[in-house]
């Protein structure tokens, strides 16, 4: 990015903070919108690793050995189910060994998901050990914000803030969810951020994380 590039996305980052001094309405997105664009223009040039504490480093590492071998057309979910399934693992990548001796881990990895039972129980392990960590993650962030002091102030300056579109694409896929449920339901009035966050939470939070998947267990079966 030249220093052109930089003066412009400068430029139309300022243009957008102008128009939000003007907008009533759309003032709250616009606002947004040019913070982002003046984000983007100061720190064009860094990564997002770059950020003190980001695990990201770790994780760009690894995504760039499996680049390496050639193994990033590998299904990220059924790999992850490969790698979670320990010593039920290891015949079939010695059988894929078997068929090519001189070959990479990748390659085994990639022979042996081939096999459509092998793949199928690893699609399915590698989903229940993904759900595992994001729920984990969600869990802890959700606990993390419960346990400040601006969570249950009625008096904060966020919960006056008008509605955000998660908060409103969430209430809208659970009342669905009630709304087969319960044909009485009736979908709540919401008007601001705070009116939302409370909602939500009453409602259990994100569906995703209501009800976990069962670990699955290897039946057998490889093709």
């Known amino acids: 990015m030249t220093e052109d590039d930089l003066k412009q996305l400068a430029e139309r980052a300022s243009y957008i903070a102008g128009i939000a001094d003007t907008c009533v309405t759309d003032r709250q997105a616009a606002v947004g919108e040019a913070k982002r664009e003046l984000h983007i223009a100061a720190t064009w ?68 998901l081939a096999r459509p039972g092998v793949r199928a129980f690893c699609v399915e392990l590698g989903s229940y050990h993904r759900f595992q960590h994001k729920a984990a993650v969600y869990h802890e962030a959700v606990q993390k914000w419960q346990a400040s002091s601006k969570a249950d102030d009625p008096a904060a300056a966020w919960r006056r803030r008008p509605i955000t579109a998660k908060q409103n694409y969430l209430i809208t896929m659970i009342s669905e969810c009630l709304a087969v449920a319960d044909r009485w339901f009736v979908p709540p009035f919401i008007q601001n951020r705070g009116e939302a966050h409370d909602w939500l939470r009453k409602a ?20």
């Open 45 to 112: 040039h860094l990564r997002r690793a770059s950020t003190v504490g980001s695990i990201d480093n770790q994780i760009f590492a690894h995504g760039s050995a499996e680049q390496a071998l050639g193994g990033l057309d590998l299904c990220p979910i059924a790999a992850l189910g490969l790698k979670a399934a320990g010593s039920l693992a290891y015949p079939w990548l010695l059988d894929a060994a078997e068929a090519n001796p001189i070959g990479t881990y990748v390659e085994h990895a990639r022979t042996a």
């Open 204 to 223: 259990g939070g994100r569906p995703m994380f209501w009800r976990p998947p069962s670990k699955p267990v290897w039946m057998g079966g490889l093709d």
